[in-house]
């Protein structure tokens, strides 16, 4: 869910969100896989598909921590109100 709303806001560069939506399909067929008992969980098989999900997280938290968000489409128009203050001067 994370990567579908992340490549339709466009708030991270498109190759994360993509790493992210095949990485999840390929490790849950993996554990799927595993649950089935078609390959053993410490194998060669489940250790590929676990990489690009792994790569997506990683990736994602550095991209986040270095650049972060881009500005979104939606609120870039949008301008910030200034800030009035409640105390108004009164005079004796």
Partial sequence: MLG?????SRLVPRVLP???LIGAPL????????LFGL?????VLPGL???PIAA?????????????????PITTGMVTPSPRSS??????
């Fill in 4 to 8: 579908t709303l992340l490549y339709r």
């Fill in 27 to 34: 490790l849950l067929a993996s554990n799927i896989g595993v």
């Fill in 49 to 51: 598909a676990a990489v």
């Fill in 87 to 92: 105390y108004q001067e009164t005079t004796v």
């Fill in 56 to 72: 997506w997280e990683f990736s994602l938290g550095v991209c986040l921590t270095v650049k972060g968000f881009r500005a979104s």
């Fill in 39 to 43: 390959w053993e969980r410490v194998s």
């Fill in 18 to 20: 993509v790493l992210g």
